[in-house]
T-cell receptor, first 113, second 116 residues
Framework: DAKTTQPPSMDCAEGRAANLPCNHS???????VYWYRQIHSQGPQYIIH???NNETNEMASLIITEDRKSSTLILPHATLRDTAVYYC??????????????FGQGTTLQVKP | GAVVSQHPSRVICKSGTSVKIECRSL??????MFWYRQFPKQSLMLMAT?????????EQGVEKDKFLINHASLTLSTLTVTSAHPEDSSFYIC????????????FGSGTQLSVL
């Protein structure tokens, strides 16, 4: 079972910031939070990941709360090409430490002109 | 950046035949590869985890004799759908990792399997 909960859908105006929330209240101390997105009929695309500190790269920013029970992915200036399903994933530790990713239902972000 | 190549991107086959899907890590050695399937309008479902040189670990409910996984080298894993039936029609996606802790997974572009 996925260890995260996300709103099923969100809208955002083109050019504005898109803030996608994620709850992961049962996260363990050494589990990372990953964000991927999937555009229709393609493989998931990596966006960003973090453990405790906030992270920023050329695509997005990741804000993790101090208690690590939730996070927010920020796309600073959303474009129409950012329309996709966004997945927030806590990377699971298996018995053999394989680090598999278990996908939840994600958030469908619709960027509108 | 690291690239995972998946082939073929689309395959149509007759019921009862077997289909092989390849997943290659192009510029890194993948100690672990994962196979997912995705039905329309649904999320990705993990099918199995494969480690180079050892047997794959299948998720609950996934038939290991139906979905044969081979990870013979650090750059190649294959998924064979044996005796395919229409209900096996799905989008299959592989991913690869150099190491798991704090390292992102790289995904292939997926294979759309249609069984007639």
């Amino acid at each position: 079972d996925a260890k995260t909960t996300q709103p099923p859908s969100m809208d955002c105006a083109e050019g504005r910031a898109a803030n996608l929330p994620c709850n992961h209240s049962t996260i363990s101390g050494n589990e990372y939070v990953y964000w991927y997105r999937q555009i229709h009929s393609q493989g998931p695309q990596y966006i960003i990941h973090g453990l405790k500190n906030n992270e920023t790269n050329e695509m997005a920013s990741l804000i993790i709360t101090e208690d690590r029970k939730s996070s927010t992915l920020i796309l600073p200036h959303a474009t129409l090409r950012d329309t996709a399903v966004y997945y927030c994933i806590v990377r699971v530790e298996g018995s053999s430490n394989t680090g598999k990713l278990i996908f939840g239902q994600g958030t469908t972000l619709q960027v509108k002109p | 950046g690291a690239v995972v190549s998946q082939h073929p991107s689309r395959v149509i086959c007759k019921s009862g035949t077997s289909v092989k899907i390849e997943c290659r890590s192009l510029d890194f050695q993948a100690t672990t590869m994962f196979w997912y399937r995705q039905f329309p309008k649904q999320s990705l479902m993990l099918m199995a985890t494969s480690n180079e040189g050892s047997k794959a670990t299948y998720e609950q409910g996934v038939e290991k004799d139906k979905f044969l996984i081979n990870h013979a080298s650090l750059t190649l894993s294959t998924l064979t759908v044996t005796s395919a039936h229409p209900e096996d029609s799905s989008f299959y996606i592989c991913s690869a990792s150099r190491k798991w802790r704090g390292e992102k997974l790289f995904f292939g572009s997926g294979t759309q399997l249609s069984v007639l």
